[in-house]
């Protein structure tokens, strides 16, 4: 296993147009979480499951919005009925069970979404 | 409340050390993280810290944390050209995994 992989790397979309975004983390990553990078800015946290349930969603999080984690193993995020504003770069990361020695986040190389 | 926030530009010689400095406002942050990002790329995690820690160094990369002042540094000795990107701190919050970022530094090295 190499590390966190995303697909698509890249994704130019009209505006009003859906999209799906997948995560395939680390394994036995127990832990993925969603982040988006607008330029110029530093990550900010969308989501996070640990297995297959969600346990948090920031407020950035609007009901465009929707990721799963069905099997416990990849992860997809939609955006549904997308906006110029959902530019961004869309992070992904898995992270081991907590009490591990490597307990941090290692990330994928995102996916990058322009809204035309 | 939640905020981290970093110098947004660094240039330096080749051979020289780079500090890079993050301050933080959270003083529930449990550990604190260097990425380093390359243009167009995810992120790479450098080293971490524990908040009861005070250095880590890890070969070339040393990272100071003050916990009174809320400050956290990474130190990069004899700086290369590979070196350049953007660096960003985080922390992570008691009782919560998310990683909270800093707007990252832009470092330049040049020869």
């Known amino acids: 296993d190499t590390g966190v992989s995303q697909d698509p790397r890249h994704k130019i979309t009209k505006r009003g147009q859906n999209v799906t975004f997948r995560c395939d983390p680390i394994?036995?990553?127990?832990?993925l979480y969603w982040y988006r990078q607008t330029l110029g800015q530093g990550p900010e946290f969308l989501t996070y499951?640990?297995?297959?349930?969600?346990?948090?969603k920031s407020r950035l999080l609007s009901d465009r919005f929707s990721a799963e984690r069905p099997k416990g193993s990849f992860s997809t995020l939609e955006i549904q009925r997308t906006e110029q504003g959902d530019s961004a770069m869309y992070l992904c990361?898995?992270?081991?069970?907590?009490?591990?020695?490597?307990?941090?986040?290692?990330f994928g190389p995102g996916t990058r979404l322009l809204v035309l | 409340g939640e905020d981290v926030e970093q110098s947004l530009f660094l240039s330096v010689r080749e051979g020289d050390s780079s500090v890079i400095n993050c301050t933080y406002t959270?003083?529930?942050?449990?550990?604190l993280y260097w990425y380093k990002q390359e243009p167009g790329a995810g992120l790479q995690l450098l080293t971490y810290?524990?908040?009861?820690?005070d250095m880590k160094q890890d070969q070339r990369l040393t990272v100071l944390l003050n916990k009174k002042d809320k400050h956290l540094s990474l130190r990069i000795a004899d700086t290369q050209t590979g070196d350049s990107a953007i660096y960003f701190c985080?922390?992570?919050?008691?009782?919560?995994?998310?990683?909270?970022f800093g707007t990252g530094t832009r470092l330049q090295v040049f020869p």
């Open positions: 990361a898995s992270s081991p069970p907590p009490g591990g020695p490597q307990e941090t986040q290692y």
């Open positions: 394994s036995e990553h127990n832990r």
């Open positions: 499951f640990q297995n297959e349930a969600q346990l948090e």
């Open positions: 959270d003083s529930s942050s449990t550990y």
């Open positions: 810290i524990f908040s009861n820690m």
């Open positions: 985080a922390e992570t919050l008691y009782n919560t995994d998310k990683l909270i």
